[in-house]
Every structure is written in C-alpha cells, then in structure tokens.
C-alpha cells in the first residue's frame, strides 16, 4: 500500500454528477493525499485513507466495491437497522446443527427464546443476548444496512467510478 501523501498544495478533483429524472446525482471531491467527500440526495460523507494501493487516488476509489466503502462511510453501527429474520435464521440452523451438544430441555428452551424474541428493536436484542444460553451469542448478531448510506455506495458510487476510470485512463483531470 501507498502511504497517503503529505503535499504542501495537494491535487484537488471534483466531480459533479449531474441529477436527471432517472438518476440521482452528488458532489464529489477527492485529493491526492487520500481525501474523500461528497454531497448527495442520499446524504453527506466523507473519509479519509492513509494509505492506498495506486499513485492516483482516483483509480483506488474507482475499484472500490460497495460493501467496502459502505463500511468506511457509514460509522454508526447501532444506527443501523437490525436484521431479525437473518438472527433467527442462524440461531436456528446452529441449534439444529448442535443439536447432540443440548440436554434436550435447554434444546427446547432456546428455540422457544429465540422464537419469542422481540428482535426487531435493540432492548429485545439485548434481552435475549442476556437470556440465551448459547455461548458468544452476539456472533448472531446481524443488521441490514442504512438504508441512505447503501443507496449512495450502490447507485451513485458506480457512477463517479466510471467517471474517474475514464479520466484516470486518460491521464486527465476532472472538469
């Protein structure tokens, strides 16, 4: 990896990705010392790497896949959504697949627990986190993305990427 770079005037892009009526559009400006903004309908982030692979920044924030960044822009995970059917689901199949681990009553009991669980806010999470038996049970844990946050990175993202491929290909710079 490429260490960001400490410039006394950094090189300075900024796209603007224009809003149609099929499409979203945003603000974007990124530098060369690994410095990433934007402003959009999906809402405003922005992050910094340290270090990158590639001379030009822009060719590193081009292969960027959306999980990836989804992960660096949004920081708050207890803002996000929790996934019940997805914690019940793996509770379960662990259950099943341990099944010869459980005295059959305790067996009985968790399924029952998860099965009554209020998992669809954090108080009902945290409560069967307490309740349960099973050991290491926030490994079960699971959320579904922010909603605003996973628009940005799977919509608009793909966007600015082919944008700067192009102008990265072409040794140019962003209008």
């Known amino acids: 990896m490429t260490a960001a770079r400490s410039v006394a ?4 892009w900024r796209y603007q990705l224009p809003y149609s009526q099929t499409s979203d559009g945003g603000t974007f400006v990124l530098d ?3 410095f990433f903004a934007a402003t959009s309908a999906y809402g405003g982030y922005a992050y910094r790497w340290s270090a990158f692979g590639p001379s030009d920044f822009r060719a590193f924030v081009a292969q960027l896949d959306a999980s990836y960044l989804y992960g660096k822009l949004h920081r708050d995970r207890r803002s ?6 997805a914690i019940r689901h793996a509770v379960r199949k662990y259950l099943w697949e341990h ?3 459980f005295d059959p ?4 009991e968790e399924r029952a627990l998860i099965t009554d669980a209020e998992l669809d806010h954090q108080t009902g999470l945290d409560d ?3 309740e349960t038996t ?12 922010e ?5 940005f990175c799977t919509r608009l993202m793909p966007r600015l990427q082919r944008r700067l491929r192009f102008d990265v290909a072409k040794g140019g710079r962003a209008p």
């Open 147 to 151: 909603r605003e946050c996973w628009a």
């Open 9 to 12: 005037t950094p090189k300075i």
């Open 32 to 34: 060369e010392t690994g």
């Open 105 to 108: 009553d305790v067996l009985q």
């Open 80 to 85: 996000e959504p929790i996934d019940e059917d």
């Open 134 to 145: 099973i050991e290491d049970p926030w490994t079960f844990c699971a959320t579904r993305p």
């Open 128 to 130: 069967w986190l307490r």
């Open 99 to 101: 099944r010869e681990d």
